[in-house]
């Protein structure tokens, strides 16, 4: 049985390599591919092994079918034999005759990137995979052309755009893009793009067209319509309707499951906790089998999903784990789930660890240059400037044309305190992917360190708008507005941020600062209650803030609980002394002094050592006074 | 109008003097003949049956040398003539039938030939014995008389354009005969030579104007060529002077009735001296006397002269019977260039009949209306799509030209536009649809000044040409000088009285000029003209708005809503009508279905700042802060100095933080959905119980937060039909 499925597995594993690297998916043909290849090999390894020699080779036929040597055979003229049998293999895009003959053609223009050229051959086809490539060219043809058009401030040349920075971002105070120009992701999607013929390409147009093919051709392959599907997903996604590109993956999905792009594309129109939690539980209705015994049996590509929905908005750890090891188990040399082990240390702040799984990454799969980005950042909070340095250079030496690469010498040189060089760097990475995240995000902190908020809210906007799910981006800002003394500002994104970290008491922290200089104190005095739950141990200073708050709520007898938790609490650690003891003492001691409780007033300024002058003569002051009135 | 040389009547067509126009006997009827080559002039005309006697002109009885001549030329296969069979040989022969192919719609008089004796018999026989058959009746020109020879040579000259021959010629036999039919001949050679004057001359020094009507044609035509206008009416005649006369039913000879085009040309006098209502008139009349007089009607439309009710009332009114088994095709075609404003419903039956039974979906006549159609809906991408059809057939089919531009300039289409004017430059420089083109070209480049200029150059070349008006028109309020604008509206408002347009415009100027009562004065003519354009109703909804009568306003915009929807993102109207619909559902306080429309704006157009604050607003009325706090950001992203949503986003900052901190906060909901996982370790347990919820289930939670702070009004609701 195991070892059924596990087969099953691989052929389709196989099979979806070859199809989506057909249809031109070459990410999603990568992953499959990598994945077929990092499985655990099987107890018949001889015999299937000789088998894959010959399959892998490009033919989809199951090894359970009659084997045929086909290797030397074409690809597509094998898909040609298969047309025979369509009729039990309705999920392949079938070619025939002219059509193979245009499929060529269109294939080879799409392989130089002559996006035009391929559309305008298959103009009038109404075979449902040239359909898709079609559509597929034009769409990158609008996207080619509308990258190529914008003009961005923030990745501009060093010298030009210093100059232009100082002027457009100094009314940048309300998330106001420089010129109001090509802020990233909005105002791009609806673009036209004239082929140059006066015809325009633009994202509803496309999207009517799928619409249009997909109700007029009714019986159409699983995977063709799969295919549209995806790209539909696309558009709706461009065009800023996630609920609808959402339904589009999924319905891809459904019909075709072995899309990881499709999958991680998905994952990316949810922005928020409550999100995931109701997408799995769809994908759970929908991608999941109930055997007889009553085990509930996952698609695979589900589990793989569910591994990239905890590590982007977390879950139950141990559960992931465990999750994670079984999975290892049968794909044993993949790297991409080394890569999100390593990730997910880097995320739960145990950085140790992913120092040991990224290097363990980089040994088995040395020139994958994805996630080291995110080793570079474990580098450079582990403060190994030596070893960061060697991946600096090792990764330039791959390819120093990859964003990556640019990321990892911008940490680099941010470690070695060289912000401006660092931004460079940071600038080259987005101008070669300007949704890099990452980029955006470190490049904000990198305008922190050289105190120009502004340019540093623009960073972290640029990011929150391509990627909304992480909280950096949110804190970020929420920590530049409060530089600047926009409280309510920053308390929104402190509060956006706290939505997707809500387990973090710096989130709930920063809010209640946030609050408190707004004068909202109950709200304030919820956000550093939850705060100091979440922390581990007490901490004082949130235990006086929380007293001073109750102070100002004229809630005496609260205020006098935290504050006597305060000492509390100092007089069980006795570690460092902190200005909030003596003053939460101080105010015991008043507070005790006014309600006559003299000893205990004297008790408390008694404790009241360090501070500063005027507090320490107002305690002299009470105990001077307390010991007349014990005295009497 | 018999003299002693006989000449055609006012109710005849110049075929009736044709020296190749077989006469055949009064009391033969009309009898066809079958023509075995599909001869040089490509076309049987019937022959005159004529109440004329017979004269001394054509004394060939059977057939026409002319055939011969040509058939004896095609063996020697020169390109002219190659060119002339290239699509007749036999099977056009085999598809003639009895009355099969003759030239009613051809106003010329010079493409005459024979007709057929034979009947459908000799249609069936092969090729062979066509040409045996024929053969047994060659004529032979040495037959004829002289002079009888002379004119063949004369006619054939001009038929090839040698005029110097045909002149000498002509003039020859002139001298001769003293014949005013070879008057008319002599000086139509003058005519196709352009020299008017001496045509004129010839007409008058021998006074033949009195004599025959048909010169008197020729030479008013002559004259109006020279822009002698008024010289040319009074030879003409300001009304038609056959009017009382009893029409005769029917129309002898198969070809344009002389009257008719006296009409036609005495409109065109009119057009010329800008007296529309007169030129309306005798263009009317024109194609009512003669219903083959298809240049009368392409005036009448294409220049807008008539409003919609009359068309019909006109095209009742023809008399189709006179086409014989043509009668449905033309009155088809004639249907299918009405205005389509109206009536669609006969319209698009006219076009089926034509596509279907006449397999007419290619001829370029039936494309015309269909274009027509598709640009009144605004249906631009399928418009450009036909007139590029067209085009690339006949590429300077000016008929199609001037609604291809317009597609271009809303479509922006700059280098195409840039293209297509330099080649019409180059082939056209005095056609005003070359200017047109040109002014549009500088109006997309926003060049204003300079496409006034040649707006104005081509309605100076031909003031009746409508586009160039409201283009000219259009330069004004581009500059926002209201004045000239409404001025020049208005001049194209009274030249056209059969488009909607100019009072359209007319009244979005008054309405941008905040003159609301006139703009809707000027709304309701253009919509008892044409009551489906959506962009009229859309602007009729704005009134209303303005007025604050939202519910008015609704109805509007929502009828042009539904005229324009389904062309979606296509055209710009369709974004503004929906934007226009969201700001009254706003107004209406229906905000589910405001906010419905301002997303479909956005999804599929470019955004704008107004837009992201007035759906911020919506969110903010509904109390989603979050979205209306991101809408503002969105909307101060892309303008900077928006006031209004700078205010807008303070206030909902300020309700942000107000936000009581409890259960329902989505902060709070969403710390909980993450509790849960982890509720199984103690300690945690202790972390939720103290925020006051002791049970909960994830999924519903999220439920609750999704509808708390997110819109899922779009799913099942639609915009409200």
């Known amino acids: 049985m195991e070892r059924l499925v596990f087969e099953d597995v691989q052929q389709q594993l196989r099979q979806s390599s070859t199809d989506l690297s057909r249809w031109k998916l070459f990410q999603s043909s990568k992953w499959s591919a990598e994945a077929l290849m990092g499985m655990r090999p099987t107890d018949s390894e001889d015999s299937?092994?000789?088998?894959?020699?010959?399959?892998?080779?490009?033919?989809?036929?199951?090894?359970?079918?009659?084997?045929?040597?086909?290797?030397?055979?074409?690809?597509?003229?094998?898909?040609?034999?298969?047309?025979?049998?369509?009729?039990?293999?309705?999920?392949?895009?079938?070619?025939?005759?002219?059509?193979?003959?245009?499929?060529?053609?269109?294939?080879?223009?799409?392989?130089?990137?002559?996006?035009?050229?391929?559309?305008?051959?298959?103009?009038?086809?109404?075979?449902?995979?040239?359909?898709?490539?079609?559509?597929?060219?034009?769409?990158?043809?609008?996207?080619?052309?509308?990258?190529?058009?914008?003009?961005?401030?923030?990745?501009?040349?060093?010298?030009?755009?210093s100059a232009d920075l100082s002027e457009s971002l100094q009314a940048a105070e309300y998330g106001n893009d420089a010129e109001g120009k090509c802020r990233s992701g909005i105002s791009l999607s609806n673009r036209d793009v004239d082929v140059g013929n006066g015809e325009k390409i633009n994202l509803p147009k496309l999207h009517h067209e799928i619409t249009d093919f997909l109700e007029k051709n009714k019986s159409l392959s699983k995977l063709g319509t799969a295919l549209l599907m995806y790209l539909l997903g696309i558009i709706q996604k461009k065009q800023g309707v996630p609920s609808g590109a959402m339904s589009y993956f999924l319905k891809s999905l459904k019909l075709y499951p072995y899309n990881w792009t499709c999958w991680c594309e998905l994952l990316s129109c949810i922005s928020r906790t409550d999100e995931s939690i109701l997408l799995l539980k769809y994908l759970n209705d929908n991608f999941s089998i109930v055997k007889e015994n009553g085990i509930i049996h996952e698609h695979l590509m589900l589990r793989f999903f569910k591994l990239a929905v905890f590590k982007e908005f977390g879950g139950d750890f141990d559960k992931y784990i465990e999750e994670l090891g079984e999975i290892m188990k049968v794909f044993p040399n993949f790297s991409f789930l080394r890569a999100q082990h390593a990730l997910i240390n880097y995320k739960y702040m145990d950085y140790a660890n992913a120092e040991i799984v990224f290097d363990e990454l980089v040994t088995m799969d040395p020139y994958r240059l994805d996630d080291l980005d995110t080793y570079s950042n474990v580098l450079y909070v582990l403060q190994k400037p030596y070893k960061l340095a060697y991946l600096a250079q090792?990764?330039?030496?791959?390819?120093?044309?990859?964003?990556?690469?640019?990321?990892?010498?911008?940490?680099?040189?941010?470690?070695?305190?060289?912000?401006?060089?660092?931004?460079?760097?940071?600038?080259?990475?987005?101008?070669?992917?300007?949704?890099?995240?990452?980029?955006?995000?470190?490049?904000?902190?990198?305008?922190?360190?050289?105190?120009?908020?502004?340019?540093?809210?623009?960073?972290?906007?640029?990011?929150?708008?391509?990627?909304?799910?992480?909280?950096?981006?949110?804190?970020?800002?929420?920590?530049?507005?409060?530089?600047?003394?926009?409280?309510?500002?920053?308390?929104?994104?402190?509060?956006?941020?706290?939505?997707?970290?809500?387990?973090?008491?710096?989130?709930?922290?920063?809010?209640?600062?946030?609050?408190?200089?707004?004068?909202?104190?109950?709200?304030?005095?919820?956000?550093?209650?939850?705060?100091?739950?979440?922390?581990?141990?007490?901490?004082?200073?949130?235990?006086?803030?929380?007293?001073?708050?109750?102070?100002?709520?004229?809630?005496?007898?609260?205020?006098?609980?935290?504050?006597?938790?305060?000492?509390?609490?100092?007089?069980?650690?006795?570690?460092?002394?902190?200005?909030?003891?003596?003053?939460?003492?101080l105010w015991l001691a008043k507070h005790e002094f006014k309600h006559r409780n003299y000893s205990d007033a004297y008790n408390y300024a008694n404790g009241v050592i360090h501070g500063t002058s005027q507090e320490i003569e107002e305690a002299r002051a009470i105990l001077a006074e307390c010991r007349k009135r014990i005295d009497i | 109008m018999s003299s002693s040389h006989d000449t055609p009547s006012h109710v005849q067509s110049t075929l009736a003097i044709s020296p190749l126009v077989q006469r055949t006997g009064a009391n033969r009827g009309s009898m066809n003949r079958n023509d075995p080559i599909g001869n040089s002039q490509g076309r049987n005309v019937e022959g005159g049956r004529s109440n004329i006697p017979q004269i001394a002109q054509t004394p060939h009885q059977d057939r026409s040398p002319l055939v011969q001549k040509i058939r004896d030329v095609s063996h020697l296969a020169t390109p002219a003539v190659m060119r002339h069979n290239g699509t007749a040989g036999s099977s056009l022969l085999a598809s003639m039938t009895k009355n099969g192919l003759f030239g009613p719609a051809l106003p010329s008089t010079l493409r005459k030939t024979s007709t057929s004796t034979d009947t459908v018999e000799l249609n069936n026989s092969t090729n062979d014995e066509d040409i045996d058959h024929a053969s047994d009746n060659v004529f032979d020109v040495s037959d004829l008389s002289s002079v009888e020879k002379l004119r063949l040579w004369r006619h054939d000259a001009l038929m090839q354009h040698h005029y110097k021959t045909a002149e000498h010629i002509g003039d020859l036999i002139y001298s001769m005969t003293k014949d005013p039919n070879d008057a008319f001949w002599l000086a139509q050679v003058y005519y196709n030579q352009g020299s008017y004057v001496r045509a004129v001359e010839l007409i008058f020094t021998d006074q033949l104007d009195s004599e025959s009507i048909m010169c008197r044609y020729l030479a008013a035509l002559c004259l109006f060529k020279l822009n002698k206008l008024e010289e040319a009416l009074d030879i003409i005649g300001d009304t038609n002077p056959f009017q009382s006369e009893p029409s005769s039913p029917g129309n002898a000879d198969g070809g344009v009735k002389l009257e008719s085009s006296m009409c036609l040309l005495r409109g065109r006098i009119y057009v010329s001296l800008s007296n529309m209502e007169?030129?309306?008139?005798?263009?009317?009349?024109?194609?009512?006397?003669?219903?083959?007089?298809?240049?009368?009607?392409?005036?009448?439309?294409?220049?807008?002269?008539?409003?919609?009710?009359?068309?019909?009332?006109?095209?009742?009114?023809?008399?189709?019977?006179?086409?014989?088994?043509?009668?449905?095709?033309?009155?088809?075609?004639?249907?299918?260039?009405?205005?389509?404003?109206?009536?669609?419903?006969?319209?698009?039956?006219?076009?089926?009949?034509?596509?279907?039974?006449y397999y007419l979906k290619d001829n370029r006549t039936v494309l015309l209306a269909e274009i027509e159609l598709l640009n009144n809906q605004s249906k631009f991408t399928q418009c450009m799509k036909l007139c590029e059809q067209v085009l690339e057939v006949d590429e300077y089919n000016l008929e199609v030209l001037p609604i291809y531009i317009q597609c271009l300039h809303s479509f922006a289409a700059k280098n195409k536009l840039f293209l297509l004017s330099h080649k019409l430059a180059e082939n056209f420089p005095k056609s005003p649809v070359t200017w047109f083109a040109v002014a549009t070209y500088y109006l997309c480049m926003g060049k204003v000044s300079e496409a006034r200029k040649y707006f104005s150059r081509s309605s100076i070349m031909d003031p009746s040409f409508g586009y160039s008006w409201l283009g000219f028109a259009h330069t004004y309020v581009a500059e926002g000088e209201h004045e000239q604008a409404l001025s020049a509206y208005s001049t194209a408002a009274r030249f056209f009285p059969g488009t909607h347009l100019p009072h359209l415009y007319l009244g979005m100027q008054y309405n941008r000029m905040d003159d609301l009562s006139l703009a809707e004065e000027y709304f309701m003519m253009a919509y008892d003209m044409c009551p489906t354009d959506p962009l009229l109703l859309n602007e009729l909804g704005v009134i209303y708005f303005k007025r604050q009568n939202y519910i008015k306003a609704k109805k509007y915009m929502k009828r042009?809503?539904?005229?324009?929807?389904?062309?979606?993102?296509?055209?710009?109207?369709?974004?503004s009508i929906v934007i226009n619909l969201g700001h009254t559902y706003r107004k209406l306080g229906e905000d589910e279905r405001a906010i419905k429309c301002f997303k479909t704006v956005l999804e599929s157009s470019k955004p704008t700042a107004t837009l992201w604050c007035s759906l911020g607003f919506l969110y903010l009325r509904m109390k989603k802060i979050e979205k209306a706090i991101d809408s503002f950001h969105k909307a101060l992203a892309l303008d900077q100095g928006n006031q209004a949503s700078n205010k807008l986003l303070k206030t909902a900052l300020e309700i942000n933080a107000h936000m009581i901190i409890d259960e329902n906060h989505p902060m709070v909901i969403s710390s909980n959905i993450q509790n849960i996982p982890t509720s199984h370790v103690s300690k945690n347990d202790k972390k939720r119980t103290s925020l006051g919820i002791t049970s909960f289930d994830p999924v519903t939670e999220a439920k609750r937060l999704k509808q708390g702070i997110s819109d899922h009004e779009g799913d099942s609701m639609d915009i409200e039909q």
């Not at chain 1, 079609?134 to 030009?160: A, Q």
């Not at chain 2, 014989?324 to 009155?331: L, P, S, T, V």
């Open chain 1, 48 to 161: 299937l092994s000789a088998d894959m020699s010959l399959a892998t080779d490009g033919d989809d036929e199951s090894p359970l079918k009659k084997r045929q040597i086909l290797s030397s055979r074409c690809v597509l003229l094998d898909f040609c034999d298969n047309e025979n049998q369509s009729e039990t293999l309705p999920d392949v895009i079938p070619l025939m005759g002219k059509e193979l003959d245009l499929y060529l053609l269109a294939s080879s223009m799409f392989d130089c990137k002559e996006y035009d050229r391929c559309a305008f051959f298959l103009k009038d086809t109404s075979h449902d995979g040239l359909e898709f490539l079609y559509l597929y060219s034009r769409y990158l043809l609008w996207d080619k052309k509308v990258t190529e058009s914008t003009e961005d401030v923030m990745i501009k040349d060093p010298e030009i755009f």
């Open chain 1, 394 to 585: 090792y990764a330039a030496n791959v390819d120093i044309y990859r964003p990556e690469t640019c990321c990892i010498i911008a940490n680099y040189f941010s470690s070695k305190q060289q912000h401006e060089k660092s931004i460079l760097y940071f600038r080259r990475a987005l101008m070669l992917d300007k949704s890099y995240t990452h980029a955006w995000i470190l490049m904000g902190h990198e305008f922190i360190e050289m105190k120009n908020s502004h340019a540093a809210i623009e960073c972290y906007r640029r990011a929150s708008d391509v990627n909304p799910r992480d909280f950096q981006a949110w804190y970020g800002l929420g920590q530049a507005y409060e530089v600047l003394d926009k409280h309510s500002f920053a308390l929104y994104y402190f509060q956006k941020a706290c939505a997707l970290k809500p387990l973090d008491k710096r989130m709930w922290f920063a809010s209640a600062s946030c609050y408190e200089k707004l004068d909202k104190t109950v709200q304030a005095i919820k956000c550093f209650q939850r705060s100091s739950q979440l922390s581990g141990e007490q901490d004082i200073s949130i235990l006086y803030r929380l007293a001073k708050l109750h102070e100002k709520n004229n809630d005496v007898s609260s205020c006098k609980h935290y504050m006597a938790k305060c000492v509390e609490l100092d007089e069980v650690k006795k570690a460092q002394q902190i200005d909030e003891i003596g003053k939460a003492k």
């Open chain 2, 278 to 357: 007169q030129a309306k008139e005798c263009f009317k009349e024109a194609v009512q006397v003669d219903v083959k007089n298809y240049e009368a009607f392409d005036y009448l439309l294409s220049k807008h002269m008539l409003t919609t009710a009359e068309q019909w009332d006109l095209v009742r009114s023809l008399q189709f019977d006179d086409l014989d088994d043509n009668e449905e095709m033309m009155r088809c075609l004639y249907i299918s260039r009405l205005s389509k404003y109206q009536h669609q419903t006969e319209i698009e039956h006219a076009r089926k009949v034509l596509s279907d039974k």
């Open chain 2, 560 to 575: 042009a809503h539904d005229a324009i929807k389904n062309m979606k993102s296509e055209s710009k109207a369709w974004i």
